[in-house]
């Protein structure tokens, strides 16, 4: 059971099973109440209209345009809601539940939107592409916790090496931009550097819970800490007096031959920041190694049950530390997205637990780098959305809008009984003979 | 083994845990220092030397932030001036000041990892206590007596705090969600809904355009220790040393706190016996968030005085690391406080004569939890002789495994 | 091919847990290695499959002296071993928990080149008529099964000495006659087989050789063919053992539990208890007989308030338990000596003083208003550690430094300290010495005789026959059977505990 692990491993005995049994009620009943709740607000906003366009070939030029009433988007969400509760309510726990999530999700989210812009039409290509484009980090941070977790090591410290990443990348980029004028080397040197600090804290970060046994969340908790504090005291120090030091030259977008030009899907998935494409090929090279590779056999042994592979010969003290290297170096890119590729320069505290976002996807994903990334596009599209809606002035607090993605990682670690299991040794120390 | 040497033993790894944690932090301070690192080629020995003076003045800085001048006390005493005494006292008060917020806090995280709960959260459980008491001063505002404020504004604090602290364990009881990653997200939403309630022109300050809100002082102020001008010494740091002898005496001589002792080591072995596991996680949950909901209440009704945003300021991190240097008893988590309270009042002290950043001292906090959590590190450092086995003491934060 | 251990010793913190031991076993012959638990088999093995590394001594294999630095160079040299825990990763599938280690790979990124594996592995189980499903998942798979991926996986690695510790612990006596086939046929083959266990008649049914050990050392060795249970069991703990400890009949009273058509399910929702009628009377005891996994665990959580129950009835002197919380069970009189009692007995952790009030703690005189006497509790605990004779430096040592056989003394001195109508004991003598197992049956006895009704589970027949007044034989989740204890034997508990029911005859 897992930092993260959010298995309910509270007790040995049977209580797991009655545990599953009525979560999987409760989920129905949700799910039910989230039809009714559909259906309220069909009653009330039937009639506002709903216009959503998308761009066919770029931005600016042909859109394809949607437009319906909120009412009808709403009837949409209460059918998907009814026909997922009945399921849940039929099958009990047996059904795989997150998989029909995203049928409930989907038509929700629209008529979500659709509510809220009231009447104001919103081009759905944008908060698409956004969605992915804010997924991105999350999503690596998220394969980076897959590596580590699969290995059997929790890894909490996703933020504070995202941290670290982001304040690296955007200094030596910066750096090396001031000295050379050279946009890509800048940004490639800033990205390795980024990766190798990070790839330094994954070793320190097994090193303290192999070595010297340290309680995983802990050793996690002390890198948090220390990246705030190092980050927060060196941007202070240095670089909020020398802003060049912290003016990295930013990424920008780059359309993929022939893919780009898919009308529709182009511009949402293929005329992107290069750190997205790096983030679709992480997804499928991942779910490739990890379970059809000699490696990833390996790798899985280690983190469910690291004394059969111990007895076997295969050295999992090793395979532990190379996974933790290999999660920070992931997460060192991730951290480097936000501040070379979203934000322009390195904020303090800029992560904003997204490193911990990532963990929840992980969860959510069901441990799976597939799973993980569809996971992390929902938080991205709650992320983009609730920016697109303080932009457009829709009336609620940007508080309160900026605290869902936080909100939706409780409702979504707490949501996560029975089924999905992580790997069963994570967090536990190893013994070899 | 004599019980000095005994206790010299059990201290000399958390001693040696900060001494080497400020080591660290000055090699940090010495690395960043370009200006004198920028002549090393030229005059190299100036360059160091003058690099590691900084340090000096920025630890220097740092004690005498915390600690003042004993001579200009000593001589304030003698002349018996209120002012210049208070003048003189007011850096010893100011670290107790500081001290006060972090024994809730250290205790709210102790409570939780002795029931081998990781209480991540304490910040948020802080700020929306403070919230809290805030909220219940405003209202209640020349509707009632002040003493009745004083007390239901506590209350408030401790209750919006234990609330907080419920969620993640009820979530963690019923659903198995981590608490860790609750905590930190309930943080986060915690801090947001302070800055969303500090919008309404009922909380905020009259005319300020930054999320802070009224000063609460003429409203409610918890009575001072030491009536001199300047000094804001209150009696929420007698409730803090009150609430670690009641922390004490909850986990070591009740029923419910061998309950949670016992699920922190083994929640099997606990279930059972009989105990509820879940039971457990929840009361030692709410309990920790009561705990720095307090901590938080006091501060805004008495030392601090008005609720903003960087309120906890990173108490909450800084908990974690005093709970652990503490070995999770209540007692050490006093002396740890003020400890952390010197270093607090100090780097702020650091922070304006020297320029050192006062979030030096996340990154020292850092260590400290490191070497405290790997005694093996200090004890390769300083080539101390390991304990014998049986005298390693247990503690379920590093033994108890995450669930 | 031959192996030869000459001298091997190692010692522990505390434990010179092999002492110059040598054995020797000859190519295609089955050795057998007799011992109690702690006598040293499970370090000798680990030695030989090098998990760990000897303080001293030698490893030949055919007259070559080898060294063991890790287990791949004891795989490399022809030694497999079947460990007493599977060390099967339960979510994997039969190829890839047996390919672990030795896989194969296709060039692209070291893709695991399965369909080699899956063809090996189904070639090997057809040579040596191991059946099994190449694709099913390891925690589908019966334990009898998942010996079989065991047995596999040596051979995948071309194993020419095959060690198998305690390999029928979890067996049924049938599935065990089946592995004694399988062992005859490998040694035919050629494969040196090292056997090891405690249990006499196994030694006896398919060693070519034994060897007994004592205490880290080689205590004697003995030819199948001319010994007897008697002489091995003397020379396994050194001095002459009553098989059978002393006890007078039983004196039945009332029925204290009545359990009736009682379904629990398991961790995994599965059925587990099918259907249970059970009752156990003061002043006897009752056994529940049968091999591990069969629904005994659950049928005791059950009694105990544990784990829910699906449907029936549990009555404990007279009362209704079904919905009850283990603390109420507790407070009926019930004493409960856990099957894990590492992990759901005692709390490492904590002072042999505080385990010795953990279920009690909330009574008096340990507590008033939830507030501790301590002074009580402290002088109950070091009554309690003189009552039992709890071997400990002081009440405040932590249970966790104590040796397995005390710890089980902490746990029985606490379910005992209070008196009981119904004493739960899940395997109480599991992983303990002779004595301890000795002292355990006493004082089962006592509490039996001073009028308590007492249901134990246990797995190992000569347990069994020695304390059962009423053996009731548990098979896939029902009670298949119940003999009165001086009816039962090997051999009908044997056939019963493999799942043949004598059908409603001997039920009661």
Request: glycine share 12%.
């Given at each position: 059971?897992?930092?993260t ?7 040995g005995?049977?209580l ?16 039910a ?6 259906i ?19 931005q ?6 949607l ?14 809601s009814?026909?997922?509760a ?20 989907a ?9 809220l ?5 919103a081009?759905?290509t944008?908060?698409?592409a ?8 999350i999503?690596m ?22 941290l670290i ?14 000295a ?18 990070t ?6 970060l ?8 340290m ?32 003016a ?6 780059f359309?993929?031959p ?34 059809r590779?000699r ?11 690291p004394a ?9 003290i090793?395979?532990r530390?190379?996974a ?36 929840a996807?992980?969860i959510f ?16 599209f709650a ?10 002035g ?10 869902v ?10 949501g ?5 299991r ?12 | ?19 080497t ?16 690192l ?46 210049d005494?208070?003048?003189?006292i007011r ?31 304490a910040?948020g459980q ?7 008491a ?13 003493p ?31 608490e ?9 939403v ?34 001072n ?15 803090a040393l009150l609430?670690a ?24 072995a ?7 596991a879940?039971?457990s996680?929840i009361v ?11 901590g ?13 945003l ?7 991190f ?16 006093v002396l740890?406080a003020l400890?952390f309270?010197a ?22 906090m850092?260590?400290?939890i ?8 200090i ?5 101390i ?12 934060a590093?033994k108890?495994?995450?669930? | 091919?031959?192996l ?18 040598s ?6 012959k ?32 055919d007259g070559?002296?080898?060294t ?39 060039g ?14 189904v ?10 499903d ?18 596999l ?14 390999p029928?612990?979890v ?16 040694a035919?083959?050629?494969?040196t ?7 006499l008649?196994?030694?006896l ?12 050392r ?24 009553e ?23 398991d ?5 587990a ?18 091999v ?37 069970v ?33 009574k ?16 109950r ?5 003189k ?14 430094s ?34 301890s ?10 509490q039996?005789?001073?009028?308590a ?18 053996i ?8 298949v ?28």
């Amino acid at each position: 059971m897992t930092a993260t692990a959010a298995t309910a491993q509270i007790s040995g005995g049977g209580l797991a099973a009655r545990r599953a049994l009525r979560a999987a009620r409760v989920r129905g009943v949700a799910f039910a109440m989230l039809g009714l709740l559909a259906i309220y607000f069909a009653s009330a906003n039937f009639d506002v209209p709903a216009k959503f366009s998308l761009w066919i070939h770029e931005q600016g030029g042909d859109s394809a345009v949607l437009e319906t009433k909120v009412g009808l988007l709403w009837i949409v969400a209460a059918i998907a809601s009814a026909v997922v509760a009945g399921l849940q309510l039929l099958r009990g726990a047996g059904l795989r539940w997150r998989r029909w999530l995203l049928v409930l999700i989907a038509p929700w989210i629209v008529a979500l939107l659709a509510d809220l812009l009231a009447g104001k039409p919103a081009i759905l290509t944008n908060v698409l592409a956004g969605s992915f484009e804010q997924a991105t980090p999350i999503a690596m941070a998220a394969m980076a916790g897959i590596l580590s977790e699969r290995s059997g090591m929790f890894n909490i410290a996703l933020e504070g090496k995202m941290l670290i990443g982001a304040f690296t990348a955007s200094m030596t980029s910066s750096l090396v931009y001031i000295a050379t004028g050279n946009v890509l080397l800048a940004t490639l040197v800033g990205i390795a550097a980024a990766m190798a600090a990070t790839g330094l804290t994954g070793l320190l970060l097994a090193w303290l819970g192999i070595r010297h046994k340290m309680n995983q969340i802990i050793a996690g908790t002390v890198i948090n800490i220390g990246a705030v504090g190092i980050t927060n005291f060196i941007f202070l120090r240095l670089l909020q007096h020398n802003t060049q030091y912290n003016a990295p030259p930013s990424v920008q977008p780059f359309k993929l031959p022939f893919l780009s030009d898919l009308p529709v899907l182009g511009p949402i998935l293929f005329s992107a920041k290069p750190y997205v494409y790096v983030g679709y090929i992480m997804v499928i090279v991942l779910t490739y190694m990890i379970y059809r590779t000699r490696w990833g056999l390996r790798l899985r042994a280690s983190g469910e049950k690291p004394a059969a592979a111990g007895t076997v010969g295969i050295n999992v003290i090793a395979i532990r530390y190379r996974a933790l290297i290999l999660a920070g170096l992931i997460s060192g890119l991730a951290g480097s997205y936000l501040s070379l590729a979203a934000g322009g320069s390195f904020q303090m505290e800029m992560t904003a637990g997204k490193g911990f976002i990532g963990l929840a996807a992980m969860i959510f994903g069901g441990w799976h780098p597939v799973g993980a990334f569809f996971a992390s596009l929902v938080f991205g599209f709650a992320d983009t959305t609730q920016s697109l809606l303080s932009i457009l002035g829709v009336g609620v607090a940007p508080q309160l809008l900026a605290s869902v993605p936080y909100v939706v990682t409780i409702v979504v670690v707490a949501g996560v009984v029975g089924r999905v299991r992580g790997p069963a040794s994570a967090g536990l120390p190893y013994e070899q003979g | 083994m004599s019980r000095v040497t005994s206790l010299f033993r059990r201290a000399a790894i958390p001693v040696l845990s900060v001494v080497t944690g400020l080591l660290f932090g000055g090699i940090v301070i010495v690395l960043t220092d370009f200006d004198h690192l920028s002549q090393i080629g030229t005059d190299p020995v100036g360059a160091i030397g003058g690099a590691i003076g900084g340090v000096v003045d920025a630890y220097g800085a740092m004690l005498s932030g915390a600690f003042g001048d004993p001579t200009r006390i000593l001589t304030a005493l003698q002349t018996g001036d209120g002012a210049d005494i208070a003048k003189a006292i007011r850096p010893i008060t100011e670290t107790l000041v500081a001290a006060m917020p972090l024994i809730f806090a250290g205790l709210a995280v102790a409570i939780s990892f002795r029931a081998g709960m990781f209480n991540i959260g304490a910040d948020g459980q802080l700020l929306l206590g403070a919230l809290g008491a805030t909220i219940t001063a405003i209202v209640l505002a020349d509707k009632v007596p002040a003493p009745v404020i004083l007390v239901a504004s506590i209350g408030a604090a401790t209750v919006v705090g234990g609330a907080w602290g419920f969620l993640p364990g009820f979530l963690k009881a019923r659903t198995g969600a981590h608490e860790v990653i609750t905590t930190i997200m309930l943080t986060y939403v915690a801090k947001l809904l302070v800055f969303f309630a500090l919008r309404s022109p009922y909380l905020r300050a009259a005319g300020s355009t930054s999320p802070i809100s009224k000063d609460l002082t003429p409203i409610v102020d918890v009575p001072n220790i030491i009536n001199l001008p300047g000094l804001r010494l209150d009696y929420g740091f007698v409730v803090a040393l009150l609430m670690a002898v009641a922390v004490s005496w909850l986990l070591f001589k009740t029923t419910k706190g061998f309950e949670l002792r016992a699920a922190g080591f083994s929640l099997s072995a606990a279930r059972y016996a009989g105990m509820s596991a879940g039971g457990s996680m929840i009361v030692a949950m709410t309990l920790s968030g009561a705990l720095a909901g307090m901590g938080g209440g006091l501060m805004v009704i008495g030392t601090v005085g008005q609720l903003s945003l960087d309120l906890s300021n990173g108490i909450g991190f800084n908990a974690i690391a005093l709970a652990l240097l503490a070995g999770l008893r209540p007692s050490g988590v006093v002396l740890a406080a003020l400890l952390f309270g010197a270093l607090t009042q100090g780097g702020k002290l650091m922070g304006v004569e020297s320029g050192i950043p006062f979030d030096l001292l996340f990154f020292i906090m850092a260590l400290v939890i490191m070497f405290v959590a790997a005694p093996g590190l200090i004890r390769g450092m300083w080539r101390i002789k390991s304990k014998p086995a049986a005298e390693i003491e247990a503690t379920p934060a590093s033994k108890a495994t995450p669930a | 091919m031959r192996l030869e251990l000459r001298d091997i010793t190692k010692q522990f913190p505390g434990v010179l847990a092999n002492d110059r031991i040598s054995i020797s076993a000859d190519r295609g012959k089955v050795l057998g290695m007799l011992g109690e638990n702690g006598a040293g088999k499970t370090t000798l093995m680990n030695i030989l499959s090098g998990l760990y590394k000897p303080d001293s001594g030698q490893i030949f294999i055919d007259g070559e002296e080898r060294t063991f630095d890790d287990p791949v160079a004891a795989i490399r040299a022809g030694v497999g071993m079947v460990h007493q825990h599977f060390m099967l990763v339960p979510v994997f599938d039969v190829v890839e928990a047996v390919a672990l280690g030795a896989e194969t790979v296709t060039g692209f990124l070291g893709t695991f080149d399965r369909a080699a594996a899956r063809k090996r592995i189904v070639e090997l189980s057809e040579q040596y008529k191991l059946e099994v499903d190449p694709d099913a998942k390891i925690e589908n798979l019966p334990v009898g099964v998942r010996q079989r991926v065991e047995i596999l996986k040596a051979l995948y690695r071309h194993s020419d000495i095959l060690v198998l510790d305690e390999p029928s612990a979890v067996l049924t006596p049938y599935e065990t006659e089946e592995l004694f086939a399988i062992i005859r046929s490998l040694a035919a083959g050629g494969t040196t087989v090292i056997f090891i266990t405690h249990k006499l008649n196994e030694v006896l049914e398919v060693a070519d050789d034994i060897v007994v050990l004592r205490r880290g050392r080689v205590a004697g060795t003995a030819d199948p063919k001319s010994a007897t249970r008697q002489q091995l069991a003397n020379l396994m703990v050194g001095r002459d053992v009553e098989l059978i400890v002393p006890k007078g009949p039983a004196k039945p009273g009332d029925v204290v539990l009545h359990v009736e058509n009682l379904q629990v399910r398991d961790d995994r929702l599965e059925m587990a208890v099918k259907g249970v009628d059970l009752e156990v009377r003061a002043g006897e005891i009752v056994v529940i007989a049968g091999v591990q996994g069969n629904g005994q665990t659950e049928l005791v959580e059950a009694i105990t308030g544990l784990r829910p129950i699906d449907s029936g009835q549990i009555t404990i002197g007279g009362h209704h338990t079904e919905k009850s919380s283990p603390r109420h069970v507790s407070d009926l009189g019930v004493a409960h000596i856990p099957e894990d009692r590492g992990r759901d007995g005692l709390i490492d952790y904590m002072t042999v003083a505080e385990n010795y009030i953990l279920d009690s703690y909330h009574k008096a005189p340990y507590s008033r208003n939830g507030i501790f006497d301590l002074k009580a509790v402290r002088e109950r605990a070091a009554q309690g550690v003189k009552d039992f004779d709890i071997r400990t430096p002081s009440i405040d040592t932590y249970a966790g430094s104590l040796s397995g056989g005390n710890q089980q003394k902490v746990v029985v001195a606490r379910e005992f300290s209070v008196p009981v109508q119904l004493v739960l004991a899940a395997q109480p003598t599991r992983g303990l010495d002779v004595g301890s197992i000795e002292y355990i049956h006493r004082r089962l006895i006592e509490q039996r005789d001073g009028g308590a009704a007492i249901l134990l589970v246990s797995t190992e027949l000569d347990e069994v026959l020695a304390v059962g007044d009423r053996i009731a034989v548990m098979f896939d989740g029902k009670i298949v059977g119940i003999l009165a204890g001086e009816d039962a034997t090997y051999e009908n508990l044997g056939l019963l505990m493999g799942g043949a029911s004598f059908g409603g005859g001997l039920a009661a």
